[in-house]
């Protein structure tokens, strides 16, 4: 089984672990980090943290989750287990090289876009896939935050619309779609799955933080509990 939780609307953490009898379950952070040892630092912090989160919010032990950082170029970047984790490059022109991951385990398969425009390369990799996770801009919180016609093209051109979205998954046919790393964060769910049929029928879910999607013989949605009003 792979699972997958959300932080702060974005995929940061990828536990992908055998869940057997007498066996752990263990979180799996991996991530390019490359640059100066100052950088590298500061990742490595900032890692920490998210690990400290996932032992609080989601009672994963400490011990049993593994922080790790290396430069990373495209090609399998983890082999080991069972579990293959495969980097391929996407389109965030300027920022180069942008990265997305598909994760295999035990004949499943995850893809996680990153940041990108619509990208034919992250198309290949996501060929029906159980699940994709894919970013996605809304130019409607543009509009309501004040933002300038300029300013709205350009932050919109670095990512997808939801009907470009819809595209890459029609096109790619995972059993789940999955928006995360929205942007704006205030974009509410009228936003994002109006536009998106307009180009994809298939399951979608709108991402949440610390939401768990499990994935196996068939695919499980455990949303975090909400406080009472």
Known sequence: MIRLILIFAAVFLLTAQPVA???STYALIVSSASGNSEFKEKFWNWSSQMALILKDEMRIPRENIVLLTEEIAE???YDKGGVKITAFEVDHAPIKPAFGYRIDYAGRSVVLSGDTRVSENLIRHAQGVDVLIHEVASPATF???GATPERT???IAHHVTPEQAG???SRTKPKLAVYSHI???S???QDLIPPTRKTYSGPLELGEDLMVIEVGQSIQIRRPARPSP
Do not use: H
């Open 153 to 155: 093209k350009s932050v």
């Open 21 to 23: 009898a007498q066996s």
């Open 167 to 169: 595209e890459v998954f």
């Open 187 to 189: 974009a509410t769910e």
């Open 75 to 77: 090609g399998v970047v």
């Open 183 to 185: 942007v704006l964060p």
């Open 143 to 145: 509009q309501r935050a």
